[in-house]
């Protein structure tokens, strides 16, 4: 059909136009592929992130924990005439839990002289692969009972 049309109109033809039309369209899902990728390889990353945060948390959080079971301890293994803590500035604990640690160590923030009463500053600093996290509470520790007055949510380390 071709040989009848006049050489102006032969300019015009959609032959080789399927070729762009593919090239268009395969540059368009390579786009759109790579957007993808890069969206799931930041997304794993997140989640990685996320991950680890989460574990600092509870390794720190561990280590608190073991401070309170340590007051406890030596409240309930010490007579009552016996002061059933003493404190020494150098004591710190340290455990592993999982892939990361924590130390703990315990500031006397106030004693009342009249009672047997203290109140206890626990500090955990946690530490996961180059990760590390601080948090403290404080307690108050009597004769009768061991209290969480305060619990303060992760602190900068100084």
């Known amino acids: 059909m071709d040989k ?4 102006e109109c032969l300019i015009y033809s959609e ?17 759109f592929g790579a957007a993808l990728i890069t969206n799931a390889v930041n997304e794993k990353l997140i989640a ?7 574990k600092l948390y509870y390794i720190t959080e561990a280590g ?5 079971a340590t007051l406890h301890e030596a409240r309930t293994n010490n007579t009552p005439s016996e002061a059933f803590f003493v ?3 150098n004591f ?3 455990g592993d839990l999982g892939e990361g640690s924590y130390l703990v160590s315990f500031n006397e923030l106030d004693q ?3 009672n047997p009463y203290f109140v206890i500053e626990i500090i955990s600093a946690g530490t996961l692969a180059e990760n590390s996290k601080t948090m403290t509470a404080v307690v108050t520790l009597d004769e009768d009972s061991l209290t969480i007055t305060e ?8």
């Open 87 to 89: 404190f020494d500035d």
């Open 64 to 68: 608190i924990e073991a401070g309170v």
């Open 112 to 114: 009342c002289p009249d």
């Open 4 to 7: 009848y049309l006049p050489k």
């Open 92 to 94: 710190e604990m340290q």
């Open 151 to 158: 619990w303060q949510r992760p602190v900068p380390v100084p």
């Open 15 to 31: 032959k080789g136009m399927a070729v762009v039309l593919v090239l268009v369209f395969t540059g368009i899902l390579m786009a």
């Open 48 to 54: 990685g992130y996320n991950t680890r945060e989460i």
